[in-house]
């Protein structure tokens, strides 16, 4: 049974930080891609960034292009979203989820029960 958890979420000002945490179990976590997506109210759910098997691997979208940070320790077991220079419009629910190397929600075989991020203007 995989299960990922979601962590680090809260409520921040604009300008502000946050890093999510996600640890992942019930399957080897290094063969397998780690992927950040968020839903706001009343939108669908959206790409955020995703990281491959191998690090070198990273795909972002690009409204979050150089504020955000996808990182993972395999030997943790844990994939992060470092997210810098927060805007109100980056408020959502925060989801962790593992499948294939993709930006589509549809590729992803699982996913955590999300982390609220609220950013205040």
């Known amino acids: 049974q995989v299960q990922l958890v979601e962590s680090g979420g809260g409520l921040v000002q604009a300008g502000g930080s946050l890093t999510l945490s996600c640890v992942a179990s019930g399957r080897t976590f290094s063969m397998y891609a780690m992927g950040w997506f968020r839903q706001a109210p009343g939108k669908e759910r959206e790409f955020v960034a995703t990281i491959g098997r191998s690090l070198s691997n990273i795909i972002y979208e690009d409204s979050v292009k150089g504020r955000f940070t996808i990182s993972r320790d395999n030997a943790k077991n844990t994939v992060y979203l470092q997210m810098n220079s927060l805007k109100p419009e980056d408020t959502a629910v925060y989801y962790c989820?593992?499948?294939?190397?993709?930006?589509?929600?549809?590729?992803?075989?699982?996913w955590g029960k999300g982390t609220l991020v609220t950013v205040s203007s």
């Open positions: 989820a593992t499948g294939a190397y993709s930006t589509d929600v549809r590729d992803m075989q699982y």
